[in-house]
């Protein structure tokens, strides 16, 4: 699945007036956006593609291997945005507990 890429600009807040709160993540800015999936459930999915505009100036993505239980970010220019990925991570779980319940595990 592509989300597009309002994705993760939303779901850190990039847009917010508070400067303050801006960059932060935010799971109640995008837990609606799974009902758009196939199945309305992103546990079912095999890849998770999302885009990432940096600044207006450069474009990264992240894809999420659901079945392997990876999250890989790709970047021309070498760079890692570990918040982002650490964002990745915290919506798959605040997902599974929205739409599962209890926690998911990450141990693997």
Known sequence: HFFNSFFVQTMFDEKNSNYNLRGSYNYKNVRRWSKKVPGKDVFNLKYIFCPINLDNM?????????????????????????????????????????????????SE
């Open 58 to 106: 450069h474009w990264t993505s992240a894809c999420i291997f659901m079945e392997q239980k990876k999250i890989q970010y790709y970047d021309s220019m070498g760079g890692t945005d570990w918040g982002k990925l650490r964002g990745l991570l915290q919506y798959l779980k605040d997902e599974w507990k929205a739409k599962k319940g209890g926690e998911m595990d990450v």
